[in-house]
């Protein structure tokens, strides 16, 4: 069974820059997240979907940052325009479902800032 | 709010040695229970988890022991290899904040042969 796969797994950008990552679930998996984790401290969800609506995004910073998953599979998270505090490796996440079945993590992109 | 505090790291062991790394947990109701292990280059992998009260989690050698009364759930090994040399997690997710995980700050394992 494929795991979940992210890309870009690195990016290099400047300040006030935009940038896109992507995230494909495992397969079947309704609940996707995605997690933001600044260098030494634990991952801090940022957004969960249930197929392709919005269940949480309470820690989203929502004026630089956005979040799509427009057919209930694959997501994009959108930062625009960057900052420096950004830097951080943003990961994602998928369950089969939201009863607390275990969450399954990608690889993750690393993210830093100039 | 739903928190979760482990010992700073790094924890320096060599191999065979006995592995503690201390875990306590602030939340409402009664929340799952996880260590997560993120070793170098990789992502994030479930190392094991208990969802109830007195329930153990346990894989790879490594164990836990859910505990409501001291609201703890401490990662423990009796014999540590190289192999176990990673940043490990431990983190809750509550029904009352939809399942959510809130993780700990982690803590590096290294062990030297």
């Known amino acids: 069974e494929a795991g979940v796969a992210q890309s870009p797994r690195y990016k290099i950008i400047e300040k006030r820059q935009s940038v896109a990552f992507w995230c494909n679930p495992i397969s079947g998996h309704a609940t996707l997240y995605w997690y933001q984790q600044i260098l030494g401290q634990g991952p801090k969800l940022l957004i969960q979907?249930?197929?392709?609506?919005?269940?949480?995004d309470s820690q989203l910073p929502k004026d630089r940052f956005s979040a799509e998953r427009l057919k209930g599979v694959d997501s994009t998270l959108k930062i625009q325009p960057a900052k420096l505090e950004d830097s951080a490796v943003y990961l994602c996440?998928?369950?089969?479902?939201?009863?607390?079945?275990?969450?399954?993590f990608g690889p993750g992109t690393r993210l830093l800032v100039l | 709010g739903d928190s979760v505090t482990q010992m700073e790291g790094p924890v320096t062991l060599s191999e065979e040695a006995f592995l503690t790394i201390n875990c306590t947990y602030t939340a409402t109701g009664y929340p799952s229970l996880f260590w997560y292990v993120q070793y170098p280059g990789e992502g994030l992998q479930l190392l094991l988890k208990?969802?109830?009260?007195?329930d153990k989690g346990s894989n790879k050698g490594f164990e836990a022991t859910y505990r409501k009364e001291t609201t703890s759930f401490h990662l423990e090994k009796g014999s540590v290899q190289v192999s176990d040399s990673a940043v490990y997690f431990c983190?809750?997710?509550?029904?009352?904040?939809?399942?959510?995980?809130?993780f700990g700050g982690g803590t590096r394992l290294m062990v030297k042969p």
């Open positions: 979907f249930q197929n392709n609506g919005v269940v949480d």
């Open positions: 996440a998928s369950s089969l479902d939201r009863t607390g079945e275990t969450q399954y």
């Open positions: 208990a969802t109830k009260a007195d």
């Open positions: 983190a809750l997710s509550s029904s009352n904040a939809g399942n959510m995980l809130t």
